[in-house]
């Protein structure tokens, strides 16, 4: 699975993004879908995930009601929509593909086996 990652940009804290993510290359509907980011000096970080159909979603603590992810099978994209935007949310955010879908539980770390290039969010105070 190719990943693409877009919707990066500079916006002000409270502002809101919307960040997308194309696969192409294998069956989409088959994967589970994620958004991890990672600032300057940290490691990568978990953000949000979603399970094969959509059913199910995951988020870290500290984007739950700020931050919606969402899939569309017949477009092969997953979305990350951010809203009320914090200059601690600044880093570069990556789409990942799971060979784990199901809604059980959110995919382990090692499961996610295909990664996108990174799109760079900043946030101003």
């Known amino acids: 699975v190719q990943l693409q990652a877009s919707g990066g940009g500079l916006v002000q804290a409270g502002g809101y993004l919307r960040l997308s993510c194309v696969a192409s290359g294998r069956t989409f509907s088959n994967y589970g879908m994620g958004w991890f980011r990672q600032a300057p000096g940290k490691e990568r970080e978990f953000v949000a995930a979603i399970s094969w159909s959509g059913q199910q979603t995951y988020y870290e603590d500290s984007v739950k009601d700020r931050f919606t992810i969402s899939r569309n099978n017949a477009k092969n994209t997953v979305s990350l929509q951010m809203n009320s935007l914090k200059p601690e949310d600044t880093a570069v955010y990556y789409c990942?593909?799971?060979?784990?879908?199901?809604?059980?539980?959110?995919?382990?770390?090692?499961?996610?086996?295909?990664w996108g290039q990174g799109t760079q969010v900043t946030v101003s105070s």
């Open positions: 990942a593909a799971s060979s784990y879908g199901g809604t059980l539980r959110p995919p382990k770390f090692d499961e996610y086996n295909y």
